[in-house]
T-cell receptor, first 111, second 114 residues
């Protein structure tokens, strides 16, 4: 079945850029998403990218999609301590009619 | 406010005592789903529902039941809870299961089975 993989941990210094990577296997993926989970809370949708796009920018967030390699990344510019959270990559396809989530990357931002 | 509401937020119960975790959404979403989150295992889907009276197994359905009698509600039932069902549970909903709006998640239910 579909699989989504991401590294488990990332640590950066405040003010640096963070890059969280994700790979997926479903070649029919239509939408790819990044969710953020803060401690004690549910997941919140941060951003999405449609499969025919290469890049999407939203303020400090940049999403890059390499459809050929099935690779998705989330770049957070000027990372702040409030960005410390778990970030989940997810994909969905019209065929499956539902999303598949990665295991989450725990981002730690050190002052 | 558009939201997914889960109750209770915290629950401690004993092995074998039936329990229900409720989930309700006010966005007229067709798709609803239950996940459990365990350290090191990410989010694992338990059951999902594409519409009223339509439910299907996810990746880890054993020991759980669901029902979808109305569009807004999707309760998760543990008929005979066991300690390995101690976990953080999330309900999520979506207009159609896929699309640019992704899923809306509830705040979670932390269940401990002793």
């Amino acid at each position: 079945g579909e699989d989504v993989e991401q590294s488990l941990f990332l640590s950066v210094r405040e003010g640096d850029s963070s890059v969280i990577n994700c790979t997926y296997t479903d070649s029919s993926s239509t939408y790819l998403y990044w969710y953020k989970q803060e401690p004690g809370a549910g997941l919140q949708l941060l951003t999405y990218i449609f499969s025919n796009m290469d890049m999407k920018q939203d303020q400090r967030l940049t999403v890059l999609l390499n459809k050929k390699d099935k690779h998705l990344s989330l770049r957070i510019a000027d990372t702040q301590t409030g960005d410390s959270a778990i970030y989940f990559c997810a994909e969905s396809s019209t065929n499956a009619g539902k999303s598949t989530f990665g295991d989450g990357t725990t981002l730690t931002v050190k002052p | 406010e558009a939201q997914v509401t889960q109750n209770p937020r915290y629950l401690i119960t004993v092995t074998g005592k039936k329990l229900t975790v409720t989930c309700s959404q006010n966005m007229n979403h067709e798709y609803m789903s239950w996940y459990r989150q365990d350290p090191g295992l990410g989010l694992r889907q338990i059951y999902y529902s594409m519409n009223v009276e339509v439910t299907d197994k996810g990746d880890v359905p054993e020991g759980y039941k669901v029902s979808r009698k109305e569009k807004r509600n999707f309760p998760l039932i543990l008929e005979s809870p066991s300690p390995n069902q101690t976990s953080l549970y999330f309900c999520a909903s979506s207009l159609q299961g896929t699309g640019r709006n992704g899923y809306t998640f509830g705040s979670g239910t932390r269940l401990t089975v002793v």
